[in-house]
């Protein structure tokens, strides 16, 4: 049974072997030393209780780092064979009420018209994300996508179902 949850201290490892499995749609994980220093960042996340995962039998499947001072989604992956099952969707339903709704919040992904991103751009478009600003990140060229301030109570879960604002 699938289980969509706050990462802990036992999760890293499995994180990582998920990583690996992704790291080429991924600007800025190219090498070890980028790798080492990814594992950091979940750890610290972690320590914050700001990352999510999907865990499969003992497996990491799915990741989510977000970010409660800048208000934004800053890491998202589901392993291939995992997707198309809402793990994704669930993961950032369980982020959102941890986000201000008072402020919008904010996602990075390839720029229109790079096939490595046209998943993720529909993906943040069906839950309700707008295009917003181009920019850079690692070399690449990104856009954010904005999901514009909304009001969920700290403490609710929000169903996948009810995440897409109205246009």
């Not at 960042?41 to 003992?58: D, Q």
């Not at 970010?67 to 198309?84: G, M, Q, T």
């Not at 390839?110 to 839950?127: D, H, S, T």
């Not at 850079?136 to 403490?155: D, I, M, N, T, Y």
């Amino acid at each position: 049974m699938m289980e969509i949850r706050f990462a802990n201290d036992s999760d890293p490892s499995g994180w990582m072997t998920l990583v690996q499995s992704v790291r080429d749609a991924f600007p800025g994980l190219e090498t070890p030393e980028a790798l080492a220093a990814h594992r950091d960042t979940v750890m610290e996340f972690i320590a914050r209780r700001e990352a999510i995962c999907a865990v499969e039998k003992g497996r990491v499947v799915g990741a989510l780092l977000f970010s409660r001072k800048e208000n934004e989604l800053c890491f998202l992956a589901v392993l291939p064979e995992f997707r198309r099952q809402h793990i994704a969707e669930s993961m950032v339903a369980l982020s959102l009420p941890e986000l201000d709704p008072e402020r919008d919040v904010t996602v990075t992904t390839y720029r229109e018209g790079v096939p490595e991103g046209i998943a993720a751009r529909a993906f943040y478009q069906r839950l309700g994300f707008r295009e917003g600003a181009l920019t850079e990140e690692f070399g690449s060229p990104v856009q954010q996508f904005v999901l514009k301030h909304r009001f969920v109570p700290a403490g609710t879960t929000v169903s996948p179902q009810k995440l897409a604002l109205p246009s």
